[in-house]
């Protein structure tokens, strides 16, 4: 039953993963006044993209094509780590979170070499900028996932979040909400959006991950997109599982209500964007390094009490 | 205080030729060079070349040969309301300007590229108009040195120019910008008229700035012809100048908003931006102001009866653009981007004599409507905007203030032409239609300056024998003003380099002409 239900809880995600980029996007639409792209553009984009050709540079070499793919396929699994939804996830074991980091870190990884490879100024530059960022970002998620599965005393993700329920965040609020804060600066900025990177300008000079990707074509792009959408999907379940820890029991009750969740969290991000500005580049390492600050926080205060 | 042999000239005032001093090149040099030490700005400097020459060899005023080239400085002196212009014969090279006077460097090398003449000693002798050329770029070699090339294909729908940076990591050390993928030959194609074509040349120099451009020329003819526009043109063509400044400083505000992903304001001022081009529209029919001026006045009046709704919809449209400025102004997050970003200091300002908004936000005051006012601008008096940073949010602060003079100035016009004060016609006589175009006053050289939204629109015009356009020099503020932009990014964030483009706007057609 159990691996039913995370099945389940998987093809859900894989289908519903895009759906929150539209959410974000008609969410900030809506503040600025416009209609906004069709709730699920994203998924007419994925469509097209898998429907055209590629075009490779002559400077390239296999890494560039192995890029997307590995990519790809590293969030995959990874996103089998993650209990997105009320069950367990399809793979739960002691320390798989780690795993899911360092998963989600060779699939930069994959991204990142794919762009050195193409030896432009542009996707150089993206490159420095993406591991710089992800390397502070990646000691926020760790410290995080550490701090919870110290409080819960479980150590794998299915069990450290069905540890967080209501009764958790009466006793430890102060403590869970600092995590929960610096979870949302290492979403935000894991899935390059304001303050940390605009996902809707076209100035290569200010991008961090879509100058990576600018010689990606056809279905390598594609991927790419889908990729980044699963992603914020996987840092999203973490968030939401935390936030929200209301739960009936009834497995398509919990997955629904999960589902809405994530929704209401994209709606969160449309908001952000729509109400702040983006942070100058410089500035950006710090606010990272106030993401890894609140886990650490967090670990002083409940050892202290 | 002005050298004694140069010929002092107001704005839109002719000159005949032979009043125009014609020093040799040692006195020329020295004189200009005591002109901008005693505090003026190179508004002009050009090269007439010999086949452009407006007096014939032949007829016994043979004063240069065939060989060479003149060289005309006009120099303005924004607290005395005067120009000055003095000339050099010059034949294959001269002692270049630049090294003492850095804001001659862009003129130089311009005279360089279109009449072959050399300045020697020039910093950096390159054409301006990059595609004419394989000189090689600045270069900055060392440890972790690498350069990026961008453009002069952009990602954004825009005009095209190429941008080399010299970075180490994300510092930039050095910016070059290769423009000229514009260049239309305007400027020779103006010669031998005026004719049917040479209005709309004027409009489309810089599609951003046709009601300023044809300013400038209307403003230019006229004194040749010896007549005055009726009050009423002036008055509406104060208010097109204005409404043109509204939309884009109201549009670039937007832009800014954008460059820092701010989106309320980006997307609000966006479409109040069509608003003001709306407003022109429903005077003349075009949302740019196309074929709105004329020599001798202007083809379309404001109604009595829709002056009041025209009020109405202004007054709506600035109160919008005030909420959607203060939305920017009180966000730290937007305020954090814009401060000590791309600062220009004052002296570098004077130095390359940068112009218009970018000038007055480092802190010069320097305003053609206020220090050398023409047409409507000699009653309508304008308090001239400065900010002190020459940071991005100068020149963004700048550019609001302005917004609220320009509304202010508007509304003072509106009334002016509710109360009757500038009762009468719209078109002089002699330009009405049916009439036998008038002639030139021949061997005239008139300098007219407008400030457009971008700063100093500057129009010299020279008559030949005939009263033929001889050579019509336009400068657009962006060809002043390129040469910030490169000093602005100096030791800036590359990733900066969009908002700091952004803050000064440029006309790419505007300088490759």
């Not at chain 2, 452009?52 to 006009?74: N, Q, T």
């Not at chain 2, 090294?99 to 020039?122: K, L, M």
């Not at chain 2, 004060?421 to 175009?437: C, K, N, S, T, V």
């Not at chain 2, 006053?441 to 033929?468: F, Q």
Request: hydrophobic residues 50%; charged residues 20%.
């Amino acid at each position: 039953m159990t691996g039913a239900a995370g099945m389940t809880q998987l093809v859900f995600a894989l289908f519903c993963a895009p759906f929150l980029l539209g959410v974000a996007n008609r969410a900030k639409a809506l503040f600025a006044g416009r209609a906004g792209p069709p709730l699920c553009q994203a998924y007419f984009d994925i469509w097209r993209l898998f429907h055209k050709s590629v075009v490779y540079s002559t400077t390239t070499t296999w890494l560039f094509r192995a890029g997307p793919v590995v990519s790809l396929a590293a969030t995959f699994v990874a996103l089998c780590l993650a209990p997105c939804g009320g069950a367990k996830a399809v793979f739960s074991f002691d320390g798989d979170f780690i795993v899911m980091v360092y998963l989600l870190g060779l699939s930069r990884a994959f991204i990142v070499l794919a762009a050195l490879d193409t030896g432009s100024s542009f996707e150089g530059m993206g490159a420095s900028r993406e591991l710089q960022f992800s390397l502070l970002a990646e000691v926020g998620l760790l410290l995080c996932l550490f701090a919870l599965a110290w409080k819960t005393g479980m150590l794998d993700a299915s069990s450290i979040c069905g540890q967080l329920t209501v009764e958790a965040w009466r006793q430890e609020a102060g403590v869970l909400s600092l995590l929960a804060a610096a979870l949302l600066l290492v979403l935000l900025a894991e899935s390059s959006r304001i303050p940390f990177d605009d996902p809707n300008t076209h100035l290569e000079l200010t991008m961090i991950h879509e100058v990576m990707v600018l010689d990606h074509s056809g279905p390598e792009l594609g991927m790419i997109l889908y990729g980044a959408s699963l992603k914020m999907w996987i840092l999203g379940t973490f968030l939401v599982r935390l936030v929200f820890p209301l739960r009936t029991g009834n497995f398509a009750a919990d997955l629904a209500l999960f589902g809405g969740a994530m929704v209401l969290l994209a709606v969160g991000i449309g908001i952000i964007e729509s109400t702040m500005a983006r942070l100058r580049l410089l500035n950006v390492p710090k606010l990272l390094l106030g993401a890894a600050a609140l886990p650490c926080l967090a670990f002083l205060l409940s050892a202290g009490g | 205080m002005m050298a004694n042999e140069l010929q002092k000239i107001g704005n839109a005032e002719p000159v005949a030729l032979l009043k125009i001093p014609v020093l040799a090149i040692s006195e020329w040099r020295e004189a200009v060079l005591q002109e901008v030490r005693a505090g003026a700005r190179i508004c002009a400097l050009f090269a007439l070349p010999p086949r452009d020459s407006p007096v014939d060899p032949a007829d016994g005023l043979a004063r240069f040969g065939a060989l060479k080239s003149r060289l005309y400085a006009v120099l303005g002196h924004d607290r005395e309301a005067a120009l000055a212009v003095c000339a050099t014969d010059v034949e294959k090279a001269y002692p270049s300007l630049s090294q003492v006077i850095p804001q001659a460097h862009w003129f130089e090398r311009e005279i360089a590229e279109t009449c072959g003449v050399i300045p020697q000693g020039h910093p950096r002798l390159k054409p301006i108009r990059a595609p004419l050329s394989d000189a090689p770029f600045f270069e900055v070699a060392g440890d972790s040195i690498h350069e990026v090339a961008v453009g002069p294909v952009h990602a954004g729908v825009i005009e095209p120019g190429h941008f080399r940076f010299q970075c180490h990591g994300e510092q930039v050390f050095h910016l070059e910008i290769a423009l000229g993928y514009q260049h239309r030959g305007v400027e020779r194609a103006l010669i031998g008229g005026p004719g049917l074509r040479t209005l709309h040349y004027m409009e489309t120099l810089s599609g951003d700035t046709s009601i300023g451009h044809a300013l400038a020329y209307v403003q230019a003819m006229e004194p040749l012809v010896g007549i005055e526009p009726p009050r009423r043109a002036a008055a509406i063509r104060g208010i097109a100048l204005e409404l043109e400044r509204l939309a884009n400083h109201v549009g670039d505000l937007g832009a800014l908003a954008a460059d820092v992903g701010y989106l309320p304001t980006a997307s609000f001022c966006g479409g109040l931006r069509g608003d003001f081009l709306n407003l022109t529209a429903r005077i003349c029919g075009s949302r740019l102001g196309r074929k709105l001026l004329r020599p001798g006045g202007v083809c379309f009046d404001l109604p009595e009866n829709a002056a009041v709704e025209f009020t109405r919809s202004l007054e709506g449209a600035l109160r919008h653009v005030n909420e959607a400025a203060e939305l920017l102004w009180s966000r730290s997050s937007v305020l954090g981007r814009f401060e000590h970003v791309g600062v220009v200091s004052a002296e570098t300002c004077t130095d390359l004599g940068l112009v218009g908004p970018v000038a007055r936000a480092c802190g010069v005051k320097n305003d053609v409507r206020a220090d050398f006012p023409s047409g409507i601008y000699r009653h309508a008096k304008v308090a001239v905007a400065t900010h002190a940073g020459g940071d991005v949010f100068s020149r963004a602060r700048v550019r609001w203030l302005e917004i609220q003079e320009s509304g202010r100035l508007i509304r003072s016009l509106l009334s002016e032409l509710a109360e009757g004060l500038a009762e009468g016609p719209i078109l002089h006589e002699a330009f009405r239609a049916g009439r036998a175009a008038p002639v030139l006053a021949p061997d005239r050289l008139v300098v007219s300056l407008v400030e457009g939204w971008r700063g100093e629109i500057c129009h010299v015009l020279i008559t030949d024998r005939n009263g033929r356009i001889a050579r019509y020099k336009v400068i657009d503020p962006s060809f002043h003003n390129w040469s910030g932009l490169e000093m602005a990014l100096r030791n800036q964030q590359i990733s900066d380099f969009p908002l700091c483009n952004k803050s000064f706007n440029l006309s790419y057609c505007g300088h490759d002409l």
